[in-house]
Every structure is written in structure tokens, then in C-alpha cells.
Nanobody
Framework: EVQLVESGGGLVQAGGSLRLSCAASGFTFDDYAIGWVRQAPGKEREGVSCISSSDGSTYYADSVKGRFTISSDNAKNTVYLQMNSLKPEDTAVYYC?????????????WGKGTLVVVSS
């Protein structure tokens, strides 16, 4: 059974940082791309970032380039999203998602999400 479990969300002031983690199990981690998708209240899901576990290639949405960094620890089957210089508009539920390629925001497998709230 595929499982993606997010952690690390919380409340932070604007300008602060958070690191999200996504622990994956139930599939061959090296064969998949792992991404982060966020959904703010009343808005559509937005693909934020993605990493290919096989070659380490990455993708970032323009809205987070230069502020967010995605990384992968293949030994731990875990993907991280380091979020710096957070803005109130980054407030959203952040979902970890997996697929054979980075097809954000449409991915096959999803976690339950972790809430990030950035106060102004």
C-alpha cells in the first residue's frame, strides 16, 4: 500500500522558515517523482515543487523559486521542502504527491496534507 505522510507544517511569521517532510512507503522510491502541491482556501491546487528520485532533477513554480528548496534522502525514502522567506500568500495545505514523473498538480498518489499558516 502506497503511503505518503507529511509533517512539519505549522504557524510561522512572514519572513520565517519551515521544513516539510514527506515519508514515503509502499513503492520503489527510486522509480518515482515526489512533489509538493498546495491548496489555499478558495483556490485551486498549485504545483509547488517536484523532484525525480532517480536523477535528482527538480522543478519549482515561479511563485516559490529562490525561496523553496526540495531535496530527497533516498536512504530514508523521504523528501523535504525547505521553505524560506515565507509570505502570507504561502498559507495553504501542503500535500505530498508521487507519480512516475513530475506531472504536477496531477499525481497518482497523495498524502493527507499538512497545514502551513504564515502570519503577516
Amino acid at each position: 500500500e502506497v503511503q505518503l505522510v507529511e509533517s512539519g507544517g505549522g504557524l510561522v511569521q512572514a519572513g520565517g522558515s519551515l521544513r516539510l517532510s514527506c515519508a514515503a512507503s509502499g513503492f520503489t522510491f527510486d522509480d518515482y517523482a515526489i512533489g509538493w502541491v498546495r491548496q489555499a482556501p478558495g483556490k485551486e491546487r498549485e504545483g509547488v515543487s517536484c523532484i525525480s528520485s532517480s536523477d535528482g532533477s527538480t522543478y519549482y513554480a515561479d511563485s516559490v523559486k529562490g525561496r523553496f528548496t526540495i531535496s530527497s534522502d533516498n536512504a530514508k525514502n523521504t523528501v523535504y521542502l525547505q521553505m524560506n522567506s515565507l509570505k502570507p500568500e504561502d498559507t495553504a495545505v501542503y500535500y505530498c504527491a508521487a507519480d512516475l514523473s513530475c506531472s504536477l498538480p496531477l499525481m497518482d498518489y497523495w498524502g493527507k496534507g499538512t497545514l502551513v499558516v504564515v502570519s503577516s
